[in-house]
């Protein structure tokens, strides 16, 4: 398997760590990889750091957000 370049990675979500957690298995489902950023940080001490973001390389950006969208619309309803 291929490591991925997350040097050139984007933000597709902010949030605290448990969402950061569901949007990360819902985009690794989908085949998208992706890496929590300050999730340690974030779970240890939520005061200091209460949002952690989830990354994805810039070429898989669209389809994340698509992917999260459609989440988003489906708790709506």
Do not use: H
């Not at 969402?19 to 950023?37: H, P």
């Not at 999730?39 to 200091?48: D, E, F, S, V």
């Amino acid at each position: 398997m291929k490591e991925e370049d997350y040097s050139k990675s984007v933000e597709v979500f902010s949030g605290s760590p448990w969402e950061a957690e569901i949007i990360r298995g819902l985009l690794e489902n989908n085949g998208i990889r992706c890496v929590i950023k300050d999730g340690i940080l974030g779970t240890l001490a939520p005061y200091i750091a209460p949002a952690v973001s989830v990354l994805v390389v810039d070429r898989e950006y669209e389809a994340a957000k698509e992917i999260i969208q459609s989440r988003n619309e489906q708790k709506a309803d």
